[in-house]
Each structure stands twice: as C-alpha cells, then as structure tokens.
C-alpha cells in the first residue's frame, strides 16, 4: 500500500537537544511539507520542499532544519533554537502540476514530540 | 491561520441531526479542500472544490464553494458518531502559499 509514514509517533526531547523527525513517501510524489500543529491554531507551515535537493521556508522556519536528499525522504530537524518545540508534528506530500502546490496532500500519521 | 477562518470553533450534536461548517477566506481562493483529523493522527482527506459554485458530495458529507464570496461550508445530514472529529478547510491563495483553517471539533451524541 502507498502512504507516508513518520516516526516515531511519541518523541521526547531535553532542552538544548536537537532532534530529527522522519518522513517517508512511497508515493512517488515530488512535493513535501512539515506542518506544526497547535491546540486551536490549525496548521502551520514549517518547511516544503517540490524538488529533490531544493526546500523553501514556511511561516515558521526559524529553528528547524529540513533536508531533501531522496525523493522519497524529508526529514525535519528541531534544533535547540527553537523556543516552543512541543507540538503535534504532521508530514504530508502531493503531486506538483504546472510548478503549483494546489493539489491534494496526504499526510502522515504525525509525531508528538515533547520537550522535557 | 487568519487567512482562513472556520466557524463554529466547536459543535455538539445530537446523533441524527444536520449540521454545517463554514470556512471564509480574507483573499482569493485557487483551491479549497476539506479535511478530517481524529485527534492525535493524521488528516485525511475529503473533497477539493475548485470552480466557484461547485458542489460535491460524498455519502452523507456534501462541500460547496461560493467563490464570490469566498466562502466554503461542508454539510453533514444525519450526523453519526463516526463523523465525530476536527474537520479543517485547506487553500492554495498564490503560486506557492497553502493555508490551513484552525479548524471545528465535532462531537456527536449517540
């Protein structure tokens, strides 16, 4: 079956701590995202990436890290920088048609990640 | 995300009832999805409206467009305890920018 795993689904993390989040696609799909979620503020871009080797900032890239060095893999880094990094983390991917990102996408499981 | 905006923030409803979601948009909407998200787990996907106007449905869940003014709602009839969860509006509003909704809890009541 296609999809998009992350892992893991529960990730703890001292302070000062950089940690890396994976996300893996088996859709054969060019673009994809990391997305923050907070209770009661819905979805927040951190990072995407349409192209291997090639990544944009989000709205909220400061203190994260991403790398695309497979189509099929884009990790996410939260580094130590990152002040407020407990939060739902949510991976998705899609299709790219005419250089937009207007298609579909599908996400991951998510990763909990808490800062002890 | 201020660029989208759903209401009600949250909803109870008794088993059986109807009940509809709005998301508005502040600019111009290229595309508009609707998502499901139980909590603790991934979104999963239900309709993307595109041409203003246009309606689709899918069993008891039916999404409209109304691109003038740029606003979308998601209808549910004969809620069930399995359309339960947060349900949140998506849209393209440029070349390159995705924008999420906060989202609407949905609680139904057996």
């Known amino acids: 079956d296609g999809g998009i795993t992350q892992s893991p689904k529960y990730l703890f993390r001292k302070e000062g701590q950089n940690v890396t989040l994976s996300c893996e696609q088996n859709?054969?799909?060019?673009?994809m995202y990391w997305y923050r979620q907070d209770p009661g503020q819905g979805l927040r871009l951190i990072y995407y990436s349409q192209i291997v080797n090639d990544f944009q900032k989000g709205d909220i890239a400061e203190g994260y890290s991403v790398s695309r060095e497979k189509k099929e893999s884009f990790p996410l880094t939260v580094t130590s920088a990152q002040k407020n990094p407990t939060a739902f983390y949510l991976c998705?991917?899609?299709?790219?048609?005419?250089?937009?990102?207007?298609?579909?996408?599908?996400f991951g499981p998510g990763t909990r990640l808490t800062v002890l | 995300s201020q660029e989208l905006e759903q209401s009600p923030q949250s909803l109870i409803v008794q088993e059986g009832k109807n009940l509809t979601i709005n998301c508005t948009s502040s600019?111009?909407?290229?595309?508009l999805y609707w998502y499901k998200q139980k909590y603790g787990e991934g979104l999963i996907f239900l309709m993307m409206l595109q041409k203003g106007g246009e309606e689709k449905s899918h069993e008891k869940i039916t999404a409209k467009l109304d691109e003038k003014k740029q606003q979308s709602s998601l209808h549910i009839t004969a809620s069930q305890p399995s359309h339960a969860g947060i349900y949140l509006c998506g849209a393209a509003h440029n070349f390159n920018k995705f924008y999420f909704g906060s989202g609407t809890k949905l609680n139904v009541k057996p």
């Open positions: 998705a991917s899609s299709t790219v048609s005419g250089g937009t990102i207007y298609n579909e996408q599908f």
């Open positions: 600019k111009t909407l290229y595309g």
């Open positions: 859709l054969n799909h060019d673009a």
